[in-house]
């Protein structure tokens, strides 16, 4: 205890008193980051010769609050950064944010819809003033936020996916992608949200396996199994894998086939993509609502039938089943083709492969013209 | 590769720059608000109702954030960028997007080098989730409760890119630990040094009087530099924090601060302690900038990182301190495996070969740290009856537990934990390979089985040990 009063008493280091006992955290963290910034130090040295070294953040959505996921990364990147910085490099750290299209806008409708609001009745442009109103919020936060794990960003170029540069960035490679052919119009085959009304990125929804009902299904020569019997109405091909010698005869061949709404008329075709293990190795043929199928009349040029509009429900091409949902419809063609005796037998607890947005809404495959 | 569907019917995000002339039906793209029709001149135009999926802009990340279009001199300067990090799980999604799009407007690579980090997982290895809220740390809770230091090391060490990291409260309480340790060898160092010691270079430490210990920590200060400045490079964080971490707790608190009570070298004490600081500065920003504020007017963040010495290499004295320290870390060992009390001196006889003059001079330092009452230092002698023993290079030492512990009750003591102890493990082992057992138990209770298994395999060696060193 005497070194501490000697010191004191001679004045040098008094700031050496101020070393508690114990270190609270809490005390320092957030002084210490605020004279970092006071002082530029997370801003790159322009003048100096070295190497540059530079990490882009990945920027978090700005719909939430940090996680744990965030959380690793900006402590990732920080360490990096301040090595480099410390070692004299040119060091740039940039922030930002994104404005994560459908997360924030489902979002903003979640909240929307607890006041009883809608988008529609909003219409376009209260609605994007509302979002920008959250995002602004959500910003905030996680500006914060990231300042608390010590990240040693430059501030002062922070971007957001929406902002006015970045808007003109974007717009710009559009541009030049479209003069280029790079980015056309044209009907394809897409994750479809009935819900959302738009399509879904493969990043955007989930796979879920349930058991339900296969359908066996006597169709033409073939007997062959579905899971989803309605979209026999939008069949344009029967596909069979051309080593499977069952179906040999049958390639390139034409068929009338009996259905709930008449004869139809499909093609057979030979395609390696089909498993000869799945049913009976022979499948029907739906290119329009199947990506495999979709494939399929791609490679062979098959005609596309779409009978499922962007509601989810039966189009007028299905007559008396128009307008039903696709689960409705489902019923009541089985129904009808049991009467026919179209129906050989109907396998209970298959496993389906289904797909989901978020875990939530049921998806369907849809055509939808798109850029 | 299939093609990109890019448009959204969704109202947020970027509109689709597509026009469509109500007079003349022309479509055409502009990156600006057209005021007419490029065909017909008419002013009535329609923009699409669509938006960019939001891939689009993220795909231009790297060089939009920078100025581009314009010709910046960021943009000349920080790109390409250095590292892209992220979590694995979005590699396809925007790392494949980012390749793809900025070859195509800037020929260019948009990182050199890509770094991905794993998922963040529960203790059980449990996926963290919002919909089991259970499951959930929530990262500023811990900032709140541990401060961020000891949650950005909580994060880092033991992780490696790719892999999944498992994360729980006690473990970054753990590391809170280590942050109050940094704080109170600061507070021990700054008791026992002057203020001019802390301002010491490495010419100052070159003059002063160094002990053989000094040049072991010095010459151990300047490996660690070396290699978490490597380890650095390589982005090995994990690695280089554990090499930090082991050397300030394990090497600079344990070792030197006690080895160096006896002489105390003030400028090597101050000299040492900030490098400590400096190199620890990038994985616990605040504790060590907090501790700078007291060594120097200029901050940490600012500091440049320090560069290993050549005249901070003392191999001789390194081995010798080496030897002194397994000398005391055999003793230590053995009185703790026989149940010796923790307070009790005891005596220990050194055969010490060529090593005789060293052990002789630091016969202070193995008596302090050793807890011995006695030290009988001889080059070498007849093996020591009834005494625990062990074996350091060429060196023997002995404790004589006579009148310590009753040398035939301990013997029996111990033949009876290895009984209880191999019984233990084959249990089990049957367990294990109990088909119905592996089959039918959850996953976790196997684990940690498994884990026991190996506990107590572990323990019966050690058992085994003991036993053998009561000659």
């Not at chain 1, 910034?37 to 040295?45: I, L, N, Q, R, V």
């Not at chain 1, 974007?170 to 479809?192: A, K, Q, S, T």
């Not at chain 1, 739906?286 to 779409?306: N, V």
Request: aromatic share 10%.
């Amino acid at each position: 205890m005497s070194r501490i009063y000697k010191i004191q008493q001679k004045g040098y280091f008094h700031a050496m008193i101020e070393l508690a006992k114990t270190y609270t955290a809490q005390q320092y963290e957030d002084e210490i980051y605020k004279k970092w910034e006071k002082a530029k130090s997370f801003e790159p040295d322009m003048k100096s010769k070295k190497s540059s070294f530079t990490i882009s953040m990945p920027p978090p959505n700005a719909t939430g609050t940090l996680h744990l996921g965030h959380a690793i990364m900006l402590a990732i990147q920080d360490i990096m950064t301040r090595f480099k910085r410390m070692q004299g490099h040119p060091t740039l750290w940039l922030p930002g944010t994104d404005h994560a299209a459908i997360a924030t806008q489902n979002k903003v409708e979640k909240v929307l819809s607890e006041k009883g609001l809608d988008r529609h009745t909003l219409g376009r442009e209260k609605f994007i003033k509302e979002v920008k109103a959250f995002v602004a919020d959500s910003q905030s936060t996680i500006r914060n936020q990231i300042r608390k794990m010590g990240s040693s960003c430059d501030w002062s170029r922070e971007r957001y996916t929406l902002d006015k540069g970045l808007s003109q960035a974007v717009m710009e490679v559009f541009e030049r992608m479209y003069n280029d052919g790079i980015i056309y119009r044209g009907h394809r085959l897409v994750n479809w949200c009935p819900r959302c009304g738009s399509t879904l990125a493969d990043d955007e929804v989930s796979h879920k396996e349930e058991r339900g009902k296969f359908y066996w299904i006597k169709y033409g020569p073939f007997v062959l199994a579905t899971s989803r019997p309605e979209t026999k109405l939008g069949d344009t091909a029967v596909a069979v894998n051309p080593k499977d010698k069952r179906y040999k005869e049958f390639i390139g061949k034409k068929f009338m086939i009996p259905g709930v709404l008449g004869e139809f008329e499909i093609k057979v075709v030979a395609d390696e993509s089909v498993d000869p293990k799945f049913g009976s190795g022979a499948v029907k043929v739906t290119p329009a609502h199947s990506f495999t199928d979709y494939e399929i009349a791609q490679k062979h040029k098959l005609p596309l039938k779409q009978i499922i509009d962007e509601s989810g429900r039966m189009m007028k091409n299905c007559g008396k089943y128009a307008g039903m949902t696709t689960l409705e419809a489902r019923s009541a063609i089985v129904a009808d083709m049991e009467k026919m005796g179209l129906i050989d037998h109907i396998e209970q607890n298959y496993l389906h492969n289904l797909i989901y947005r978020s875990g939530k809404k049921r998806l369907d495959k849809n055509t939808s013209k798109q850029i | 590769m299939k093609d990109w569907c890019i448009s959204r019917q969704i109202w947020w995000g970027h509109r689709i720059p597509v026009w469509y002339c109500q007079g003349c039906e022309k479509i055409f793209v502009s990156a600006d608000k057209p005021e007419k029709c490029p065909k017909c001149k008419g002013k009535k135009l329609k923009q699409d109702e669509d938006t960019l999926d939001t891939w689009f802009s993220s795909g231009l990340w790297t060089f939009s954030t920078l100025g581009w279009p314009k010709d910046t001199e960021d943009l000349k300067k920080f790109h390409p960028t250095s590292v892209m990090e992220t979590g694995y799980d979005i590699l396809f999604f925007w790392i494949a997007r980012m390749i793809l799009m900025t070859t195509y407007v800037l020929k260019d690579i948009p990182f050199k080098t890509v770094y991905l980090h794993g998922l963040v997982r529960t203790k059980t290895g449990e996926k963290m989730s919002k919909s089991k809220p259970e499951t959930c740390i929530d990262p500023l809770d811990m900032i709140e409760k541990y401060g961020a230091d000891a949650l950005r090391l909580s994060l880092i060490v033991g992780s490696s890119p790719g892999n999944d990291i498992r994360l729980y409260e006690e473990k970054i309480a753990g590391y809170r630990n280590f942050i109050n340790k940094i704080w109170n060898s600061a507070r021990y160092v700054f008791m026992n040094i002057d203020k001019e010691d802390i301002k010491a270079t490495i010419e100052d430490v070159l003059n002063s009087k160094l002990s053989r210990v000094d040049k072991w920590i010095l010459t151990r200060l300047n490996e660690v530099t070396e290699s978490v400045t490597k380890k650095l490079e390589k982005h090995a964080l994990s690695d280089a924090g554990t090499e930090i971490y082991d050397f300030l707790w394990g090497e600079f608190c344990d070792w030197y601060l006690e080895m160096s009570k006896v002489n105390k070298n003030k400028k090597v004490l101050a000299y040492v302690f900030k490098q400590i600081i400096v190199i620890l500065h990038p994985f616990v920003p605040f504790v060590t900038e907090a501790i700078w504020a007291h060594v120097d007017p200029s901050m940490l963040i600012k500091k440049e990182w320090p560069i290993p010495e050549k005249k901070l290499k003392f191999p001789k004295e390194k081995a010798e301190i080496n030897i002194i320290k397994s000398i005391i870390a055999e003793i230590r060992t053995l009185r703790a495996g026989s149940n010796v009390d923790i307070t009790k001196k005891v005596d220990a006889i050194i055969y010490a070969g060529k090593h005789e003059a060293l052990i002789h001079e630091k016969s202070e330092i193995i008596k302090k740290l050793a807890h011995l009452e006695k030290l009988d230092i001889r080059k070498s002698g007849f093996k020591v009856e009834n005494a625990l023993s062990a074996v350091v290079k060429d060196i023997e030492i002995y404790l004589p537990l006579k009148g310590l512990i009753d040398m035939d009750k301990e013997k029996t003591k111990l033949k009876k934990e290895i009984e209880n102890a191999r019984g233990l493990v084959v249990s089990i082992e049957g367990k294990l390979k109990n088909t119905g057992f592996l089959k039918n138990a959850p996953k976790e209770v196997v684990e940690r089985e498994k884990a026991r298994k190996e506990e107590f395999i572990g323990k019966l060696e050690k058992l085994e040990n003991r036993l053998n060193s009561l000659v």
